[in-house]
């Protein structure tokens, strides 16, 4: 099987447990689901990394820490949708599991300076009015350098 | 990129960590961002933008210049 098919395989497994059940699975996971050897699951996070899809966890090519929009551990940015409890990256990426689900849902966020808590949510298809405003500290270029810190 | 109540709350975050204010977005052209990265994130024909896509995604939000263009070496 060409590597490209393998990694759509992989990565359309690895997302299709996320939203199913909150939780980024790992390497052993996804071979279960998919029925793949894990060494090939993980050949293909290695290159979904390379296509700048995935994150793996730094030191542990079994585990994700990034499958944007979902994070792999807890974050500040935890989502509710379709009765679940997701992990975001960021703020860009708790609106981007409502995308990415095609759902309502809530987010609940704080003040990067107060730490005010702040709700963010999507209902309709739409964001609920607030005025809150998101600062992007690292210019696009560089976003892939420390995607954990952007 | 963080969540702040005001750009006056944002203006005390640069300071006290001493990082130069960037740009801002409001949450509507933050859901627009979403919509355009991860809506078809589930599916076979998922894909990350390229380059100049993300530029013509950005500029269609009002977001333009080289803050926003992933090929400019303005930042190195």
Same mark, same amino acid.
């Given at each position: ?5 393998l990694d759509t ?5 690895? @997302? ?5 059940? &909150?939780q980024v ?5 996804v ?8 060494? #090939? ?6 290159h979904?990394h390379?296509?700048r899809l995935?994150?793996? #966890?730094p &030191?542990?090519p ?7 929009p ?12 379709n &009765?679940?409890?997701? @992990? ?6 708790? @609106?981007?599991?409502?995308?990415a689900l095609?759902?309502d849902?809530?987010?609940h ?12 949510e999507?209902? $309709? ?12 500290a ?7 350098? $420390?995607l954990?810190?952007? | 990129?963080?969540l702040?109540r005001?750009?006056? *709350?944002?203006n ?5 960590? *001493?990082?130069p204010?960037r740009?801002?977005? *409001?949450?509507?052209q933050? =859901?627009q ?7 078809n ?10 380059p ?8 269609s ?6 803050? =926003? ?6 930042w190195?």
């Amino acid at each position: 099987m060409p590597d490209r098919d393998l990694d759509t395989e992989v990565k359309l497994g690895l @997302y299709e447990i996320t939203a199913a059940t &909150g939780q980024v699975p790992n390497s052993a996971q996804v071979s279960r689901k998919i029925g793949l050897d894990e060494s #090939e699951v993980i050949a293909a996070f290695a290159h979904l990394h390379g296509k700048r899809l995935l994150l793996p #966890e730094p &030191g542990d090519p079994t585990r994700i820490r990034m499958a944007p929009p979902f994070s792999g551990i807890p974050t500040k940015f935890p989502v509710e949708a379709n &009765g679940k409890r997701y @992990y975001a990256n960021c703020v860009w990426d708790a @609106y981007g599991i409502a995308a990415a689900l095609h759902c309502d849902a809530m987010s609940h966020a704080s003040d990067g300076q107060t730490g005010e808590p702040l709700v963010l949510e999507i209902k $309709n298809g739409r964001p609920v009015p607030q005025t809150c405003v998101a600062h992007f500290a690292v210019p696009a270029a560089h976003w892939w350098d $420390n995607l954990i810190f952007t | 990129m963080l969540l702040f109540r005001s750009e006056e *709350n944002v203006n005390a975050w640069c300071a006290a960590q *001493n990082i130069p204010r960037r740009p801002l977005i *409001n949450l509507e052209q933050l =859901w627009q961002l979403a919509i355009h990265w991860y809506a078809n994130r589930l599916t076979l024909e998922s894909r990350r933008p390229g380059p100049d896509e993300m530029v013509s995604i950005f500029a269609s939000l009002g977001l333009t210049g080289p803050f =926003w263009d992933p090929k400019s070496d303005q930042w190195k």
